[in-house]
């Protein structure tokens, strides 16, 4: 998503410009929005209870942990953001990806949308992510979606992630009304709300 300031606000560009390739460019679905209080400060370093990972914000540098993660999930990844972000495409290359995380790593410093890579403690893989951001529905101040690679799906680590993230978001993010996507809303559910104003 790109985004400009404008009065305390940003303007918001959806779809998350998570599609890549071919694929036409997000319009713009509204335009100011009042997102995070300009003090907000945003988590460096999660541990996830129980486990020995831990997440971080993305980096570009992060796309030779990233490519294989997602390309080696990319039928289940599809399944799940497909119809909502056109994401990940099964033409989606390595460079691509890069420039994807870098659009993140930019996103993530002026604090117009965050994506937290789930790692290992030496951080030599990159086993799922966050996404938190605006709203591109109505009825919530922020969105929240997440994924494991398919390892790691319906076993401990999962249990442990699905069990954090709510958590981590209530106690650490300024959100009064997050909504947690493929959660409790499905998808399909989200995609027919009205645009967020």
Known sequence: ??????????????????????RPAPAVVSAVV????DD???????PVPGTALHLRPIREA?????????????????????????WPTDTMTYDQNRVDLLRHEKEIAAHQSFNYALLDEEETAILGCVYIDPPERAGSDGEVSWWVVDDLVDGEVERAFDALVP??????WPFRQPRFLGRDIAWQDWLALPPAS
């Open 40 to 46: 907000f400060v945003h988590p460096v370093h999660v």
């Open 167 to 172: 958590r981590w978001i209530a106690a650490d």
């Open 1 to 22: 998503m790109d985004a400009a300031g404008a009065a305390g606000g940003i303007t918001v560009v959806r779809p998350c410009a998570r599609t890549l390739g071919d």
């Open 62 to 86: 992060d796309a030779p942990l990233d490519y294989p993660a997602v390309m080696g999930s990319r039928e289940r990844l599809w399944e799940i953001f497909g119809p909502a972000w056109g």
């Open 34 to 37: 009042s997102w995070l209080p």
